[in-house]
């Protein structure tokens, strides 16, 4: 059984989705995927090819407004992983595998290991003691550890901190990854490792800021957008076990969903993970009345997010 399945599986009771319309949209497409995939990728080659141009004949000041942009995109191919880790990006298993490792690869979160970890998440969304995503980012406990926490900063050396770990002693000890992953995790993070390594060594040998330039500082601003657009996803909702209840749907730009993947149905995607990417809308339609945290707009979301984080760090309310 899948983990979309696996998790779907139960949520029979009061449900406002039946079981054949369900089925009728967790149908599994390559062709949207592809699409998306193909927009995402080939506006990160075209936007960094600009940032080459303009800082080579303009200067360097003059591309940052196309570094930024890059890192916008960069750092939003972790939804495209995500979806992989779903498993319904793609109809064919082969293109899950392929996308969510190279997008995985760019951003520095390597795919197997983001999967045993997504998959805990989705098991115990919300649970302080269980949720890996609580767990690897303890509450701020004062207003300038939370604008660091809105960085993504602490989160991205986290991450890459783990990987070397992993790489480096060949002994994975997080609680969200079973005894039987372990070896595979170990493996891959020294895949990574060995590419990064290689990569460093060619730019140094051909004296070219091209990888620096076009992804390195650009993935780094793009952290400034991605982690506030995560906390929006759960923070400050309920700590039930219902979806419903946990999760927040944010009602954005066709832009925005775009480049997240639909990620912004986040309420329809955790109550129904089989559903791929492209049928999120179609189900908030069907859901939508019984969607406790919705807002209109990342302005909104992100603000309850940040003043619910502000309040229990001062004791306010209860984390």
């Not at 908030?284 to 003043?307: F, T």
């Amino acid at each position: 059984m899948s983990m979309t399945e696996s998790l779907d599986s139960g949520r029979t009771r009061s449900n406002p989705v039946n079981h054949a319309r369900l089925r009728e949209l967790s149908a599994l497409r390559n062709g949207p995927g592809l699409v998306r995939i193909a927009s995402h990728l080939g506006s990160v080659i075209l936007v960094g090819a600009a940032i080459l141009f303009v800082s080579g004949r303009y200067g360097l000041a003059w591309a940052l407004p196309l570094i930024v942009c890059q890192g916008v995109l960069m750092a939003f191919l972790f939804m495209a992983e995500h979806e992989t880790a779903h498993k319904t990006a793609f109809r064919t298993r082969w293109l899950n595998l392929a996308v969510g490792q190279c997008c995985g690869f760019v951003i520095g979160l390597p795919y197997e290991y983001y999967c045993v970890f997504h998959w805990e998440h989705h098991r115990h969304t919300q649970d302080p003691a269980k949720d890996p995503e609580l767990l690897v980012k303890p509450l701020p406990k004062s207003d300038a550890q939370l604008v660091l926490a809105f960085s993504g900063v602490e989160q991205v050396y986290g991450r890459l901190r783990l990987m070397l770990k992993h790489a480096i002693t060949g002994v994975v000890t997080v609680p969200w990854v079973p005894a039987n992953k372990r070896s595979l995790i170990v493996r891959e993070a020294r895949l990574y490792l060995l590419a990064y390594a290689l990569l460093l060594i060619g730019s140094l040998f051909l004296q070219t800021p091209v990888l620096l330039l076009a992804w390195i500082v650009p993935l780094f601003f793009g952290q400034f957008f991605l982690r506030p657009y995560l906390y929006a996803e759960h923070t400050g909702c309920g700590r039930s076990r219902d979806a419903f209840e946990n999760t927040r749907t944010t009602y954005t730009s066709a832009l925005i969903k775009w480049f997240a993947w639909n990620m912004p149905y986040h309420v329809e995607h955790h109550a129904y993970p089989s559903v791929p990417f492209h049928a999120l809308r179609e189900l908030n339609g069907i859901v939508a009345e019984r969607i406790v945290h919705g807002e209109a707009g990342y302005r909104r979301s992100i603000g309850k997010a940040w003043r619910w984080l502000r309040s229990a760090s001062r004791g306010e309310v209860e984390a």
